[in-house]
C-alpha cells in the first residue's frame, strides 16, 4: 500500500484527489495547510507528497524547506497555476520531485505519481547482499552464494564504500538494477535522494533537458526554465539505465559532469556545479558499440573504471534452488499463504532450463506456478513447456522405435542449450525415457556427421574441432558407416 499525504487548502482539489486515487493500494491523506501538513508527516509516514504552492499560511515553497530539514529523500511533486513557473523552479532546486500545472491532465498526475512512487519505494526498501541477507526480510534481498555472485557482492562492498563511478553490466534479468540500489542504500549517500533514469525509456531528444534541464525558449515547447534531474539530485546518485542508448551529444554532456561535476543547461551558456554520484547500467554489449562508433570511447573508460558484470543465471545453476526458494516464500510472504514445496523433478527442471530471461524470468515463473498449482507442492506440470524443456517435447513428438533409435532428435541438437554439463543433462533425461536409446554412441555419432558437414569432409579439420585424431575419427567414420552415408569425397 502507497501513502500519499496531500497538502492543499482548496476543498474541491482534495475532493478531485479523492475521487481519481480512489484505489485499494493507495491511502490518500489529505492537510488542509503547509503547517498541518508538516505536523501529519512524522505521523502518517507517507511515501510522497503532493502539495500546492500558494496557500493560506506558510506557502508551498517554505513548507518544502522546512520538510526537507525532517526528511531530505521523501518524493515531493508540486502543483501550480499558470504564471508562477519561477516558484516551480525553486520547488526543483529545493529537491521537489517534480511539478505539475493547473488545471492538470490526469494521465500526466497518474504517470507522474507512478514514478515518483517508484522513486520512493527505491529509497524506502533496502536492497540487501549476501553479507547482509541474514534476516527473515522477504522484500529486497540479492540472492546468491556462487562464486560469480560472491565476486558480485565483493565489488558492491567497494563501491558502496567508494564514491567511485560505476558501470554495472550484463544480460537483461540479472538484476543490474538491484545491485546499482545495493550500492547506493549502502553507501554514504544513503541519506540523500537516489533518482533512476530509464535512458531507453525517454525520447532521445528529451533526454538531454530531462537529465540536464532547459532555459526558456531553448526549443519549441520549452515554455519556461527547467531544472534536470542532476540539478535536482545533488548530492545524491543518479542511476543511469540502459545508458548504452544514450545518444551520443547527450554522452558528451555525461562525460563532462563526470570530469568536472559541471554542466549547462539546453538553451543555456552558464555553468552549473554538482556533486552527483552516477552509477549506469546496460545490458548491450558496450565495447561493441564504440567499435561501431555509437558509444563514445572515453566516456566508456572512465564508465568502464569500476565494472560489475553480472553473470548469467546459467553460469551459476547452482544458485538457482536458493533463488527458488527465496521466490516461494517472498510470494507466499506478499499473498499471506503458507509457503509451497517444490517437486524434485520440477526443480530438476528449473536448474537445467538455460534461463535466457535469467532471475526475472525465473521470479516470473515460479509467481505463475504458484497459481497454478493446486497441490502443496509445486509439480512438473505447474511449469510452462518451454522449461520442461524440448527435452520432454522432443521425446513426445518422436516416438523412438526399438532398434534403429539410435540418431538424437533434430530438434534437442538445434535447442543447443548453453554449456556441456546442462546439454549433458538434458541427453541424460531424454535417455532415461527412452531406454532403447544408446546415448553414448548416439551423441558420438551425431557430433561426427555434424563435424563431417560443417567441414565440408574435411577430416583434419573435423577431428581437429571435436578433439580426436584424424586416424580415430577415421575409425568411427567406419564404424558408424558415416562415409557411405554422407557420400563425401
Ligand atoms: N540475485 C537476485 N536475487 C533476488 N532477486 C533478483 C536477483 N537478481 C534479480 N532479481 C530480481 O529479478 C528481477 C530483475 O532484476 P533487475 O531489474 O535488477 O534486472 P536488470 O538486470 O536490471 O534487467 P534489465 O536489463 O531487463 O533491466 C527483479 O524483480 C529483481 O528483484
Ligand atoms: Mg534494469
Known amino acids: 500500500m502507497d501513502k500519499i ?31 498541518e501538513g508538516l505536523q501529519l508527516i512524522p505521523r502518517v509516514h507517507p511515501d510522497l507528497v503532493i502539495m500546492d504552492v500558494r496557500m493560506g499560511g506558510i ?52 504517470q507522474l505519481v507512478a514514478d515518483a512512487l517508484k522513486a520512493s519505494r527505491d529509497m524506502k526498501q533496502i536492497v540487501s ?62 541519506e540523500k535522494p537516489f533518482l533512476a533514469i530509464n535512458c531507453a525509456a525517454i525520447p532521445e531528444n528529451l533526454l538531454e533537458s530531462e537529465l540536464f534541464g532547459h532555459e526558456r525558449g531553448a526549443f519549441t515547447g520549452a515554455a519556461s526554465q527547467r531544472i534536470g534531474k542532476f540539478e535536482q539530485c545533488h548530492g545524491g546518485t543518479i542511476f543511469l539505465d540502459e545508458i548504452g542508448d544514450m545518444s551520443l551529444p547527450t554522452q558528451t554532456k555525461i562525460l563532462r559532469v563526470l570530469q568536472s561535476g559541471t554542466f549547462e543547461r539546453v538553451g543555456g551558456n552558464q555553468s552549473v556545479t554538482v556533486d552527483v554520484r552516477v552509477i549506469a ?20 573508460y572512465r564508465l568502464n573504471v569500476v565494472r560489475v558484470q553480472m553473470p548469467p543465471l546459467r553460469e551459476r545453476r547452482s544458485d538457482i534452488r536458493l533463488l527458488v526458494n527465496y521466490f516461494l516464500k517472498k ?36 509467481e505463475r506456478a504458484l497459481v497454478v498449482a493446486k497441490s502443496d507442492a509445486i509439480l512438473l506440470a505447474d511449469l510452462p513447456a518451454e522449461v520442461t524443456g524440448s527435452v520432454a517435447a522432443s521425446a513426445a513428438a518422436q516416438p523412438v522405435e526399438g532398434g534403429s533409435a539410435n540418431t538424437i532428435p533434430a530438434e534437442m541438437m538445434a535447442a543447443a542449450p548453453d554449456g556441456i554439463p546442462s546439454l549433458a543433462r538434458q541427453l541424460f533425461k531424454w535417455a532415461r525415457e527412452n531406454s532403447s536409446l544408446k546415448v553414448i554412441p548416439a551423441v558420438e555419432r551425431e557430433l561426427i556427421v555434424q563435424a563431417m558437414q560443417e567441414t565440408g569432409g574435411n577430416q583434419v579439420q573435423a577431428a581437429k574441432i571435436l578433439g580426436i585424431t584424424r586416424a580415430t575419427l577415421r575409425k568411427r567414420l567406419e564404424k558408424f558407416k558415416i562415409k557411405q552415408a554422407l557420400s563425401i569425397e
Not at 7 to 35: H, N
Not at 281 to 300: G, S
Open 129 to 190: 547482499y549476501e553479507p547482509m541477507l541474514e534476516t527473515e526480510d522477504y522484500e529486497q534481498g540479492i540472492v546468491g552464494r556462487s562464486d560469480p555472485m560472491q565476486s558480485v557482492f565483493k565489488l558492491i562492498g567497494q563501491l558502496a564504500a567508494s564514491d567511485a563511478t560505476a558501470l554495472i553490466t550484463g544480460e537483461s534479468g540479472t538484476g543490474k538494477e538491484l545491485v546499482a540500489r545495493a550500492i547506493y542504500h549502502h553507501s554514504r549517500r544513503s
Open 331 to 366: 510470494f507466499s510472504h506478499q499473498s499471506g499463504n503458507k509457503p509451497k514445496s517444490i517437486a524434485t523433478d520440477a526443480l530438476a527442471a528449473l536448474e537445467s532450463y538455460r534461463w535466457p530471461g535469467n532471475v526475472r524470468e525465473l521470479e516470473n515463473v515460479i
Open 281 to 300: 547500467a546496460t545490458n548491450k554489449p558496450l565495447e561493441q558499440a564504440v567499435a561501431n562508433r555509437e558509444f563514445r570511447e572515453d566516456l566508456f
Open 59 to 110: 506557502n508551498g515553497l517554505e513548507t518544502l524547506r522546512r520538510l526537507r530539514e525532517i526528511d531530505t529523500k521523501l518524493p515531493v511533486i508540486m502543483m501550480t497555476a499558470y504564471g508562477t513557473t519561477q516558484t516551480a523552479i525553486e520547488a526543483m532546486k529545493l529537491g521537489a520531485f517534480d511539478y505539475l500545472l493547473k488545471p492538470f491532465d490526469i494521465p500526466k498526475l497518474k
Open 5 to 35: 499525504l496531500l497538502i492543499d487548502d482548496e476543498a474541491d482539489v482534495q475532493y478531485s484527489f479523492r475521487r481519481i486515487f480512489a484505489s485499494p493500494e493507495i491511502e490518500l491523506t489529505t492537510a488542509g495547510s503547509g503547517e
